[in-house]
């Protein structure tokens, strides 16, 4: 059965199927119909063009008029940390009190705290907790998200949050990928003998992600303090012999050579990028690595937001993610990652908005299904409250201009 969208204002994030991402100049622009309809078959967009030629509606076919009101693909959110067993209140008040996030985390607190915690929760709590965090976010627009373990770091914890991202797969509208991030911090016990637990992910965790089909990608946090890049490179080969695309954090604090490990082994994303040298800038350039910037974190953590500008001058694409997560990013809002992307990184709205949507999709090796109005691809939209313009979404900062969100084709 069809369903058609009517009267639209306009229609934005038209692209044909065969562009899996926009980079440089090509970010400036979006393509819209005015006065426009869609209609969509079995979940999918099935077609759309201009008002005067839409097909005469059949008896049964569902209407939803979008009257002065504008149509936008959901946003992708590349990169967030969603599944967790508390928030991290009390090290938000350390920081306000003047300790930064490493001297947090070299005190135990940080990745560790939420550690913790995973181990004495239950898997049905952290599916439930998690559950009510991707309704919350469906609400705001996402329409394609990306999750990571990595608060478990032990063999039994790891596997526990990886299950429970499968399962959210299997009950949320969401469309989901799963990232394995046994490489998050190295674990009390470990400390002296950081190999050990090297080992531990290699040998004992990877072998059972195989074998049970549980994560999508790999990821490493490559920072001083953390993994560095050999430990790295070590990592990610063992993923990709088990068919994991890496998917990497680096740069959020010094740049050790994380994004030339994520170029070697052709990661999907390179993730945060606050501190950037000329040398990673250029790396990056002759890659086809997404650049991924997570401006929230930079506001929560009050460090420097990544140079968006200066790569998009590069001809690089970008995309822009949300890094929810209990320490950093206590927010999976895409509308305010949108809206800081403008305000603090200066980038147009056109450029923000391809960045969470089509490039978004790219870093989760689904833009052959979402991140664009392209017939064939998820019917994963959203409906806008009456607008007078696209700038209206990271104008409204704080706020959303979003009114009716439809996921597979139904309103969610
Ligand atoms: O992307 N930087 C590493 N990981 C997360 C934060 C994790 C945490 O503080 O719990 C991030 O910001
Ligand atoms: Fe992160």
Redesign the pocket.
């Given at each position: 059965m069809l369903t058609y969208i009517t009267n639209i204002q306009q229609l934005n994030g038209i692209l044909p199927q065969s562009v899996s991402f926009l980079k440089g100049k090509e970010m400036n622009k979006i393509e819209n119909i005015k006065n426009a309809f869609l209609g969509i078959k079995e979940g999918l967009i099935f077609s759309f063009g201009k008002m005067s030629e839409i097909p005469t509606l059949k008896k049964g076919e569902k209407v939803i008029d979008a009257s002065n009101r504008m149509v936008f693909p959901s946003w992708c959110d590349s990169?967030t940390?969603l599944v967790?067993a508390a928030p991290?209140e009390g090290e938000f008040v350390d920081r306000i009190n003047g300790l930064t996030?490493e001297e947090i985390?070299l005190k135990g607190g940080?990745?560790l705290?939420?550690a913790k915690k995973i181990a004495e929760t239950s898997e049905e709590d952290l599916f439930n907790d998690a559950l009510v965090r991707l309704k919350e976010i469906e609400q705001l627009g996402t329409g394609a998200v990306e999750i990571k373990s990595?608060?478990g770091l032990s063999l039994e914890a790891e596997i526990k949050m990886l299950k429970v991202i499968n399962r959210l797969k299997k009950a949320s509208n969401l469309l989901i990928k799963t990232t394995f991030l046994g490489a998050?911090a190295i674990p009390k016990i470990y400390k002296e003998n950081r190999t050990a637990y090297i080992d531990l992910i290699i040998d004992g965790m990877l072998p059972l992600i195989e074998k049970e089909k549980l994560a999508d990608f790999i990821d490493v946090?490559c920072?001083t303090n953390?993994y560095t890049p050999e430990e790295t490179d070590r990592i990610l080969e063992a993923g990709i012999k088990i068919g994991l695309k890496p998917k990497i954090?680096v740069n959020?604090f010094t740049s050790i050579g994380g994004i030339q490990s994520g170029i070697k082994y052709e990661a999907l994303s390179v993730?945060?990028l606050e501190v950037m040298t000329e040398k990673d800038i250029t790396d990056i350039s002759n890659s086809k690595t997404m650049a991924t910037l997570?401006p929230s974190?930079s506001f929560f953590?009050s460090i420097p937001f990544a140079p968006a500008k200066e790569l998009i001058e590069n001809n690089l694409p970008i995309a822009l993610a949300s890094?929810y997560?209990?320490?950093?990013?206590p927010s999976g809002n895409m509308n305010f990652v949108v809206s800081l992307a403008c305000i603090k990184m200066k980038l147009t709205p056109e450029q923000a908005i391809n960045a969470a949507t089509i490039n978004g999709a790219y870093a989760m090796d689904l833009s052959d299904e979402v991140g664009s109005i392209t017939v064939g691809k998820k019917a994963n939209l959203f409906i806008t409250k009456p607008i007078s313009s696209i700038a209206m979404l990271p104008y409204s900062f704080g706020n959303n201009q979003i009114e009716t969100v439809i996921l597979n084709g139904e309103i969610a």
């Open positions: 990169h940390h967790f991290r996030y985390a940080g990745i705290n939420s990595g608060y998050h946090f920072e953390y954090h959020q993730d945060h997570l974190c953590l890094d997560n209990p320490g950093s990013t």
